[in-house]
């Protein structure tokens, strides 16, 4: 666990922990230390914690002017025990919505599984980022943790599919990035409007 690092090829572009309108403002990092755990396993130092036991993150990028973000999940996404999306939407998506970003990209390469609680806080999100004409995808979500999400009917909520896997992100400019998954988002509104 401790090797698998968030991705760091966007650090010319932006430091979440440099930000002084981003959620993990002011972090310190070690880079040799680690002191985060998912379950018994350390994992590596650079990822942020933001109140779950079991999921992490990392804030990759922020537009304000464009009103974007982009996150790398990892860990365990459990609403059962824990209630991420809780942690999720209050301590990240609250403080980046009350900045103005109203369209969330969650890359899910490193979520390992789903666990499902109660939907309200996906509605209350989704309810808060539509009146902005905003949206919350997942990328890449493993098809077991694509399943649970699609059994806990989390589809209403987040875009999700086939449509937003397989998506060969890292080599790419968050910029570049963002319009291919925005391109995708628009084409799927356009075809659920008719």
């Known amino acids: 666990m401790h090797d698998i690092e968030p991705h760091f090829r966007w650090r010319d572009y932006y430091i979440a922990s440099e930000d002084a309108r981003a959620p993990f403002f002011g972090r310190k990092y070690s880079e040799f230390y680690c002191t985060n755990q998912l379950y018994n396993f350390f994992i590596h130092p650079q990822w942020d914690e933001f109140g779950s036991a079991t999921l992490y993150g990392k804030l990759l990028y922020v537009d304000y002017d464009a009103s974007y973000a982009m996150m790398e999940l990892m860990g365990e996404w459990n609403d059962t025990l824990h209630n991420d999306i809780m942690y999720l939407k209050r301590h990240v998506v609250d403080v980046l919505v009350a900045e103005g970003i109203s369209r969330f990209v969650f890359f899910c390469e490193n979520l ?17 980022l539509r009146e902005t004409g905003g949206w919350a995808v997942l990328v890449n979500t493993r098809a077991h943790v694509e399943e649970e999400f699609l059994e806990a009917s989390l589809d209403n909520y987040l875009l999700l599919g086939a449509d937003y896997n397989d998506l060969n992100w890292r080599p790419h400019k968050p910029q570049i990035v963002f319009a291919m998954i925005e391109g995708v988002v628009n084409g799927r509104i356009q075809r659920l409007e008719y």
């Open 112 to 128: 390992l599984n789903f666990h499902a609680g109660d939907d309200d806080y996906y509605a209350e999100m989704t309810e808060e």
